[in-house]
């Protein structure tokens, strides 16, 4: 629409899509009532059958309580925030990637994180075909280790564009083996009354996993080159996704 010239093209762009999804917010109907959940059950200047005002504190106290008595729940968090925090890392390296590939420029790289993209799809495709048949530590691992072989892959062939392509869309079908189970695990074992505060702390969580990659990626690629980082990376997945595995295979689910 020519704003490009005049310097405002990318902002409008961006500012649009927040507006946008603002306005949708709005017109969503979800008949909340103030004081669902545990807050039905507590007690207001002594008396009983009134509901107290959610208090920010003790939702987080009782979502961390909660997290330190089921191991499951827990890991399966712990996984969720490293799951995002290998793509936040990637949104950032990626860049690097298109510059070393003597294919692409460097403005190409959103090719790289399309075939992420692609890769969850059917990854996530295949969990709802046949993922029943598999536990869910067993698909995590399966994961981990799949996302580990691709990162270290990429290690290798970094200045080579189809097989980056390649491996960065079984990174992302690796992905969805973890994502996918790992979010079906928190919303199963989790009871109702304490979803909400669950998933606050599982978004707190995962804005800051997102925060820090995209903040320590580049740097680290800077000192000590984009096959070392690749490598961290997939020792930190392979790593995880094992912790995880054993805990689900010796951890306590008492609810």
Wanted: no cysteine; glycine share 12%.
């Amino acid at each position: 629409m020519g704003w490009t010239a005049i310097g405002l093209g990318k902002e409008l762009v961006v500012g649009s899509g927040y507006a946008i999804a603002g306005l949708i917010l709005l017109l969503l109907q979800t008949r909340e009532k103030v004081g669902n959940g545990l807050a039905v059950n507590r007690t207001q200047n002594g008396q009983d059958g009134k509901t107290a005002p959610p208090h920010f504190a003790e939702d987080i106290r009782d979502g961390l309580r909660y997290l330190g008595q089921q191991h499951h729940v827990r890991n399966a968090l712990l996984q969720l925030v490293i799951l995002f925090s290998v793509f936040a890392a990637l949104a950032v390296l990626s860049v690097r990637l298109a510059e070393v590939m003597p294919a692409i420029k460097s403005s190409q790289f959103g090719f790289l994180l399309a075939a992420g993209g692609v890769g969850m799809a059917i990854g996530a495709t295949f969990i709802g075909q046949f993922g029943q048949r598999f536990l869910h530590h067993q698909l995590s691992l399966i994961g981990s280790i799949g996302m580990a072989a691709s990162l270290l892959g990429l290690s290798i062939f970094d200045e080579q564009l189809v097989p980056a392509l390649l491996l960065i869309m079984l990174m992302g079908l690796f992905a969805a083996m973890v994502g996918v189970p790992m979010q079906t695990t928190i919303q199963e074992e989790t009871p109702e009354e304490m979803r909400g505060k669950i998933f606050g702390l599982q978004n707190n969580a995962i804005n800051i996993a997102l925060s820090l990659p995209l903040a320590l990626a580049g740097v680290a690629e800077t000192f000590l080159g984009l096959r070392i980082v690749f490598i961290g990376l997939a020792v930190l997945v392979v790593a995880g996704g094992g912790f995880t595995w054993y805990i689900s295979r010796t951890g306590s689910t008492s609810k």
